[in-house]
C-alpha cells in the first residue's frame, strides 16, 4: 500500500506542480519504509517516472517520438532510447533522494508512525 501511495504522490505532484515536486513521493515511502527507504523511493518515483513515459508514448506517440528525436539530437546526438532511460534514471535517483531524507527523518523521530502504550 505504501508503495502504491508513493508512487500516486509523486505522479500527482509531478503532473500538477513539476517534476521537482517528485520528491515528495519519495519522502513519503522513506517515510513509511521500516527499511531501505532509499529504495522504496526510488522504486517508487523511477515507476511512476515510467509510466507517465509509457503514457506519453501511448496517448501521442508521433508527438512523442518526434520530441524525444529533437531532444536528443540537443544532447549530443544520443539515441533516443537513451534520452527515455537517462530521464527515467533522473526519477530513480530524485525518489532516492527522497527516501533517504524520509528515512532519516524517521530515524529522526522513531516513535513516528508506532503506537505507544498507555500508561
Given at each position: 500500500m505504501?508503495?502504491v501511495?508513493?508512487?500516486?504522490?509523486a505522479?500527482?505532484?509531478?503532473v500538477?506542480l513539476?517534476?521537482?515536486w517528485?520528491?515528495?513521493?519519495?519522502?513519503?515511502?522513506g517515510?513509511?519504509?521500516?527499511?531501505?527507504g532509499?529504495?522504496?523511493?526510488?522504486?517508487a518515483?523511477?515507476?511512476?517516472?515510467?509510466?507517465?513515459?509509457?503514457?506519453?508514448?501511448?496517448a501521442?506517440?508521433?508527438?512523442?517520438?518526434?520530441f524525444?528525436e529533437?531532444?536528443s539530437?540537443?544532447?549530443?546526438?544520443?539515441t533516443?532510447?537513451?534520452?527515455v532511460?537517462?530521464t527515467?534514471?533522473?526519477?530513480v535517483?530524485l525518489?532516492g533522494?527522497g527516501?533517504?531524507?524520509?528515512?532519516?527523518?524517521?530515524?529522526?523521530?522513531?516513535?513516528?508512525?508506532?503506537k505507544?502504550p498507555?500508561?
Amino acid at each position: 500500500m505504501l508503495f502504491v501511495l508513493s508512487s500516486l504522490v509523486a505522479l500527482v505532484l509531478h503532473v500538477t506542480l513539476g517534476w521537482q515536486w517528485s520528491i515528495v513521493g519519495g519522502v513519503v515511502a522513506g517515510l513509511g519504509a521500516h527499511r531501505f527507504g532509499w529504495a522504496v523511493g526510488s522504486i517508487a518515483v523511477g515507476l511512476g517516472w515510467m509510466l507517465l513515459v509509457l503514457y506519453n508514448f501511448s496517448a501521442a506517440p508521433a508527438e512523442t517520438a518526434r520530441f524525444v528525436e529533437i531532444t536528443s539530437g540537443l544532447f549530443g546526438n544520443m539515441t533516443g532510447a537513451t534520452l527515455v532511460l537517462t530521464t527515467i534514471l533522473i526519477g530513480v535517483l530524485l525518489g532516492g533522494l527522497g527516501g533517504t531524507i524520509g528515512a532519516l527523518a524517521r530515524s529522526l523521530a522513531p516513535s513516528f508512525g508506532e503506537k505507544t502504550p498507555s500508561s
